[in-house]
């Protein structure tokens, strides 16, 4: 079955640094999407990415985050400046359209220090 | 007003028993909903969608939906310790491909 791929699984990251989170979609989909998970909370939506653009974002999606589809696979999410309520689980999730549902990657799991 | 509303449990159900979950929606025009499975440290997973008003089966899931009283369910029927997990409803309120919204999930025990 068609996975979605995201690496690293883990991260560790000092406050202030940058990091970069990368995703692999489902090949035949076409709508992209970035979701975290802080620790006993809700998942809640970041952005959503279609035919190379931000076709909406949250709140939460502010300067210090960007998204990017470098070539025809890869999407990934920058954050410039992390901060220590940076830590979460973030996860890629990819849809082919319509109605579907998201088929979710396994997540990074980010940690600031 | 919270978007989408879950009990959080833990609810805990003997195996074998129906498990009976529930999701209450705030946006009168949503089109869309899902339940997601979520394991501990893991992703969430897929196991229903639902869209018409009704009830929607498959295996040992059921989905219903009542619009009207802005409500979704899933019932897990023959429940076993491996359903053991959170379970998440989300919501696409404007339908297409406008992102989901989650509750903020269940947590199903199943008592071997």
């Known amino acids: 079955e068609p996975e979605v791929t995201q690496t690293p699984s883990h991260q560790v990251t000092q406050m202030g640094q940058e990091v970069i989170l990368r995703c692999v979609p489902i090949?035949?989909?076409?709508?992209f999407y970035w979701y975290r998970q802080i620790l006993g909370q809700k998942v809640e939506f970041l952005v959503s990415?279609?035919?190379?653009?931000?076709?909406?974002k949250s709140e939460i999606f502010d300067d210090q985050f960007s998204v990017e589809r470098p070539d025809g696979s890869n999407f990934t999410l920058k954050i410039r400046s992390t901060k220590l309520e940076d830590s979460a689980m973030y996860f890629c999730?990819?849809?082919?359209?319509?109605?579907?549902?998201?088929?979710f990657g396994s997540g990074t799991r980010l940690t600031v220090v | 007003q919270k978007e989408v509303e879950q009990n959080s449990g833990p609810l805990s159900v003997p195996e074998g028993a129906i498990a009976s979950l529930n999701c209450t929606y705030s946006?009168?025009?949503?089109?869309?909903f899902f339940w997601y499975r979520q394991y501990s440290g893991k992703s969430p997973e897929l196991i229903m969608s639902?869209?018409?008003?009704g009830d929607k089966e498959d295996g040992r899931f059921t989905a219903q939906l009542n619009k009207a009283s802005q409500y979704v369910s899933l019932l897990i029927r023959d429940s076993q310790p491996s359903d053991s997990a959170t379970y998440l409803c989300?919501?696409?309120?404007?339908?297409?491909?406008?992102?989901?919204?989650f509750g903020k999930g269940t947590r199903l025990s199943v008592i071997a």
């Open positions: 639902i869209y018409s008003n």
């Open positions: 989300a919501v696409n309120r404007r339908g297409g491909n406008t992102p989901l919204v």
């Open positions: 990415f279609y035919n190379n653009e931000i076709s909406e």
């Open positions: 999730a990819s849809t082919v359209g319509g109605n579907y549902g998201y088929t």
């Open positions: 090949s035949n989909h076409l709508y």
């Open positions: 946006d009168r025009v949503s089109q869309s």
